[in-house]
């Protein structure tokens, strides 16, 4: 699976209205709603690979405090300095798995998703070169990996769950690749990103 930039955002303009998930809240209409919260910023990083382009995705550190061992996007809460959320997503991206900006190209900013937790997280797309670089920050990142587009296509990747949380039963999404479980917040910007990308001509 092979699209080039242009076809990309092409897609982005025709289908962002086909996105379904504005936050935790969607799934789970007992969650308050986040009106205000704190600004950040991703970047859901497609490898340009000839033989099939990829997502990049990373395994958080096991020792932070905040979602150990869990698999996202490179990003983070927006600073001071950044003078826009493409700018955070691309320096979290560096300071995270080393990737520098002028190998990254933007496709554009998927809607906002909106966390139990009161984030509102912008997902910045770029399509990074194939022969990126690569210098992962051990303090924040355990590894890296790269998930093929064919995969995310696929209908029965992604699938529905759910989990006790306050006496709810909250339902999440989640994905298994190789040894890694993809889930929560980072697993439904996958189908937001599927539902503008992936879709079948005339969908």
Known sequence: MHFTLKKYQEK?????????LAGDMTLNPFLPETVEGISAAVLIPVIDRAEGQTILLTERAPHLN??????????GRRELEDLSLKDTALRETFEEVGILSDEISIIG?????????????TPIVGLVKPNYSLNIQEEEVASVFELPLTFLSNNEFLVKKSRLVDSMQAVFYEAHWDQYRIWGATAAM???FKDIFLRSEGE
Do not use: C, M, W
Not at 66 to 75: A, E, K, L, N
């Open 12 to 20: 982005l303009r025709q289908n962002i209205n086909h996105v379904q």
């Open 66 to 75: 905040v979602h150990p061992g869990q698999i996202s996007f490179p990003g």
């Open 190 to 192: 996958l189908v937001n």
């Open 109 to 121: 900013a998927l809607p906002d998703y909106k966390t139990r937790t009161e984030y509102i997280i």
